[in-house]
């Protein structure tokens, strides 16, 4: 199996578009699952995080007839995950109803929610890859 120094020269980025349904969240999960093992990431913690965000993604930024992306990026001590939908207009808030934000904000290092090419947002999580105290801070950029 190769470990993160053997891949980070050759793929540092995996993305995927889904259709905005229950099922393209759950195909997102499988596939960024598939896609950590290969890289030879830990999995638990990117795992957890990339299912709330696409279910998210699904649940509260669902458009009908648009679809969803979500990204993976490694440098060489973070992960990035990122969902893009199509609800611009509708900025999380970790005071919603629901846990999958407080899930994130438990176990990300840092996330927060950027504009995308218009009219989506993007939701994003950074996981440390190298063993560090783990403070999470939300960040809009």
Known sequence: MATLSD????????HVQLSA?????????VLAAEQLR???LPLE????????LATNAVTHGRVPGRDFKLALTITPD???IEVTDARGDRIPQIH?????LVLVEALADRWGVREGPVPCKVVWAEVSLTPVSR???IRRA
């Open 7 to 14: 891949v980070i020269p050759q793929l540092v980025d995996f």
């Open 96 to 100: 919603d109803a629901g846990r999958g």
């Open 21 to 29: 349904t229950p099922r393209g969240a759950r195909l997102g999960r």
């Open 135 to 137: 403070g999470s801070a």
């Open 38 to 40: 290969a890289w030879g």
């Open 78 to 80: 973070t992960l990035l």
């Open 45 to 52: 913690v990117p795992a957890q995080i990339i299912a709330e």
